[in-house]
């Protein structure tokens, strides 16, 4: 299983979760991911068909679903696969292409969580000046500086990770192929790319995060200056779901990749993997439909025709 020190690995081998309850967990995380994927694919039939949900907020939840849909595609169907089979062997190039989708996907979804966190500030802060801040072609070029920085950003990050010589061990100890395990089993001094990882990560995460956080903090000076308590309520009310989403995704990813090296544990990596991987992308249609009554409104007309 192991390589020498001479021999060049062409493969990998996934430990996965567990070596026990395969069936179970299967089973359980099968579930899961139809769960996941038809709550999603319904939030975004329910968007296209219904006129009153065609707004900017609207169009981002819609990217926002789609993302979630190839994002826990990446990971989960293999991991399925793994319950299943003894043979946990991934290939070379199949192992660099998850961790790209992994990675594309992950950053696409956090600029688009920063958009939608301004879009929600040019509603309440600029009202009169919210149809030109968020029409159609500006909507349309976030969108797609979303997905272009997600796939361009991770394009030169994996380059470089798959760049370096795999000659040690090939068993990764996790679910599927995380970029800081494949990186410890380089057999050179990986120092400039854990440097590039830093560098990405500090703009991946943080940066969009200090867009969210400004937008907020625009926001609640707005909403605190309205004299009604239930105008307040109202008002800041439209932005619920995209914080709940927004704290279950940076505070899981942040947990994830910059906790300390006495707490990097595969265990305690795995659970938390699991939870940005898994669980967000299945509660973030709960969230958006729950505590949105229009949204709720028009999925029940959708599916009562």
Known sequence: MAKTNETQVNNFILLGLSDHLQSSLFVFFFFIYVFTLMGNILIIFTVTWAPQLHSPMYFFLRNLSLTEIFYISVTVPRMLRDFLH?????????????????????????????????????????????VTKMSKTKCLMFSLGSWMAGMILSLGQISFVFSLPFCKSNIIDHFFCDILPVVKLACSDTFANELAILIYSSFVIPFPFLLIVVSYVRILISVMRIRSAAGRTKTFSTCGSHLTSVSLFYGTATITYLRTKSNDTPRWSKVFSLLYIVFIPMLNPLIYSLRNKEMKKAMKMLLHK
């Open 86 to 130: 003894q043979d946990k062997h991934i290939s070379f190039f199949g192992c660099a292409g998850q961790l790209y989708f992994f990675c594309f996907l992950g950053t696409t979804e956090c600029f688009l969580l920063a958009f939608m966190a301004y879009d929600r500030y040019a509603a309440i802060c600029h009202p009169l000046h919210y």
